[in-house]
Each structure stands twice: as structure tokens, then as C-alpha cells.
């Protein structure tokens, strides 16, 4: 993948962000959706509202490591197209809303 085709997600996200994890390094999600965050309070409060029996941790890295090509390359492995950004959950339905950015799946 060329630099022109990787999402121009940098005027959407702070240089740090955090996602949640379980294992330290590997980014949990729930395919095809990821989650980032502009604050560890804001993943540690989703992760509790979301209400999985994990434990999952915040990690904060910098935004330019996870949109590098690498990193767009890393959530496809994870079949990861959407991205919410500080998501929030319906309290009624259950469902997750907010800023997604979007990764177009490779042919």
C-alpha cells in the first residue's frame, strides 16, 4: 500500500491515543469495529460500560505509529474497518455510537 492510499486519519486524532487491550500489545476490538480514545479515563470508562468479563487495560502510543502503513496493515489482519473514536454506548440499546473512521478492506 502506497502512502496516498492510507486514510488521512491525523486531523481526526491527538499524537497520543489510547486502545484497550488484554495482553499488553495486541489492540482488542470486535470485528469489524476498533476503538480509540483521546484520554485513558475515557478507555478505562468505556471498557467497564461495555461490560465484557476481560480485563482490559488502556495503552497510550502515538497516533502516527497506529496510522502508518503498518498499523492500517495490522487492523486488516484484525479484519478492522471501522475505528470509533472516544466511542459511547446508548444506555437504552446497547449500541456503541460516535466518530468512526473508516479503513477500505484491501481486494
Not at 492510507?6 to 488484554?22: A, E, K
Not at 489482519?77 to 468512526?100: A, E, H, M, N, S
Request: glycine share 6%; with cysteine; net charge negative.
Amino acid at each position: 500500500m502506497s502512502h496516498s492510499e492510507i486514510p488521512d486519519f491525523v486531523s481526526y486524532l491527538p499524537d497520543r491515543i489510547w486502545y484497550l487491550t488484554q495482553s499488553g500489545r495486541d489492540m482488542w476490538c470486535r470485528r469489524p469495529h476498533g476503538f480509540f480514545f483521546t484520554t485513558s479515563e475515557a478507555a478505562i470508562k468505556f471498557a467497564i460500560a461495555i461490560g465484557t468479563e476481560l480485563d482490559l487495560q488502556p495503552i497510550g502510543v502515538d497516533s502516527k505509529e497506529l496510522i502508518s502503513e503498518e498499523g492500517i496493515a495490522a487492523m486488516r489482519r484484525l479484519d478492522v474497518t471501522r475505528i470509533f473514536v472516544d466511542p459511547k454506548i446508548d444506555p437504552q440499546t446497547g449500541d456503541v455510537f460516535g466518530t468512526i473512521l473508516r479503513i477500505a478492506p484491501q481486494n
